[in-house]
């Protein structure tokens, strides 16, 4: 026989890999009735639709997604954890083993982990997610803004403000675009690689306001160390002149001279 199964179904999915990640998606088909005990749905097999297959290239068929495959495989289901119920730490243990106990008596074997299940069918669809859509409307965005960043460098290192300016205005060019990416973003507690891009991208930007300001600074000390070996210079040549300017003394000045020193000499000793 043949059925047809319409629903909207939810599974779980992981962005260890996004967006650059691919999901399996299980539908489970369980049968339901006294007769599901009974029942095997042997075999099982499943193949995606044309529409799904061969469709255009301009044609999107899942938005965001491409269906790779499909698999389909029937397995035993149990509805409820017998062996934790009736386990050996089970509440129900020593129910299930009087049961067993007295149908040992009458030579009937009987295990109700194994009587209670039902067969059950999963087909489980693997789809992709299509991640041109990413790289041009969310990474291309970023890199550009990280790498219009990059011009602080060809500025001088003497133009601190401009330097700065440019570097503030791009970072928060790129908080606002981290804001608005938000909502297309999986809320996980972990870090996908596009968080991490998008994270990364930052940091560079941050970095380059940093080397603008260690730069200004270097830039400041070399100035004042050139502005102080210049007057340095200044005053050596200007005492250097003033010395070849100089006419030699003559015999008074010498003794006068000679005079106060021993008079300061003499001073300071006293």
Not at 10 to 35: V, W
Not at 73 to 94: C, I, K, N, R, Y
Not at 231 to 238: A, V
Request: some cysteine; hydrophobic content about 45%.
């Amino acid at each position: 026989y043949a059925m047809m199964v319409r629903g909207t179904f939810s599974a779980p999915m992981g962005f260890k890999k996004f967006p650059a990640d691919e999901q399996d998606l299980p539908i489970r088909i369980t049968l339901s009735g006294p007769a599901r005990y009974d029942l095997v749905l042997s075999p099982v097999s499943a193949q995606l639709d044309q529409s799904l297959t061969a469709h255009r290239e301009d044609v999107d068929v899942i938005s965001g997604w491409d269906v790779l495959d499909v698999v389909t495989s029937e397995a035993p289901f149990a509805e409820v954890d017998w062996q934790f119920l009736a386990g050996t730490e089970g509440p129900m243990f020593d129910t299930m083993e009087t049961v067993r106990r007295t149908l040992a008596t009458l030579n009937i074997t009987f295990d109700i982990a194994v009587e209670s299940q039902s067969s059950q069918i999963q087909c489980t669809v693997r789809m992709r997610r299509k991640i041109a859509f990413y790289m041009l409307n969310y990474v291309m965005v970023v890199v550009v803004l990280t790498s219009m960043s990059w011009i602080i460098f060809v500025l001088d290192e003497s133009q601190l403000n401009d330097r700065c300016g440019i570097a503030l205005t791009l970072l928060l060019a790129l908080n606002v675009f981290q804001l608005i990416l938000s909502d297309a973003l999986p809320k996980t507690g972990y870090l996908t690689p596009m968080h991490e891009f998008i994270i990364v991208s930052t940091f560079y930007t941050v970095l380059a306001m940093c080397e603008s300001v260690a730069a200004y600074l270097l830039h400041t000390r070399k100035v004042r160390r050139e502005g102080a070996i210049a007057r340095l210079k200044e005053l050596l040549s200007k005492r250097k002149a003033g010395q070849t300017k100089r006419t030699k003394p003559s015999w008074g000045e010498v003794v006068e001279a000679k005079s106060l020193e021993a008079g300061i000499g003499g001073g300071g000793g006293g």
